[in-house]
């Protein structure tokens, strides 16, 4: 199982992006094994910015085929835990993006993202990456 982060839905579900691109690839063979997991939190930022309502209900029906990983309680204080943590270290980032940490940590799953950000939170905290490339 891996925990697939905005940034990937993002580029995969872009017209502009070819079939065949490498991203693409990785993500299907995730989703037709059964192993993406989308966390509510990043299927909302997924859906936040765009402005035809088409291409919102287009993409939230595509979405739907992917239920939400529960966030519990636990993982919110873990998030919160893990923001201090990064920034008493001199690492910034977004609540969503130590939420994802917090749920894949519990969950022992690791990250799919093309956000270098999560590169220096996997440095701090207990969180590995997918390795696609």
């Keep these: 199982m891996v925990l697939v982060d905005t940034s990937v839905w993002s580029l995969a579900f872009r017209r502009t992006r070819q079939l065949d691109d490498p991203l693409r690839r990785e993500l299907a063979a995730l989703v037709v094994g059964g192993n993406a997991l989308l966390l509510g939190a990043v299927r909302q930022e997924v859906l936040c910015g765009i402005s035809s309502e088409a291409q919102f209900d287009a993409l939230r029906t595509k979405l739907?085929?992917?239920?939400?990983?529960?966030?519990?309680?636990?993982?919110?204080?873990?998030?919160?835990?893990?923001?201090?943590?990064?920034?008493?270290?001199?690492?910034?980032?977004?609540?969503?993006?130590?939420?994802?940490?917090?749920?894949?940590?519990?969950?022992?799953?690791?990250?799919?993202?093309?956000?270098?950000?999560?590169t220096h939170y996997a440095r701090l905290l207990p969180v590995t990456l997918h390795r696609w490339h």
Excluded: K
């Design 64 to 118: 739907r085929a992917y239920p939400d990983v529960e966030a519990r309680a636990g993982d919110y204080e873990q998030a919160a835990h893990f923001f201090n943590r990064c920034r008493s270290r001199g690492v910034q980032g977004s609540q969503v993006d130590f939420l994802i940490c917090s749920v894949a940590a519990r969950l022992e799953i690791p990250i799919f993202t093309t956000d270098a950000d999560f």
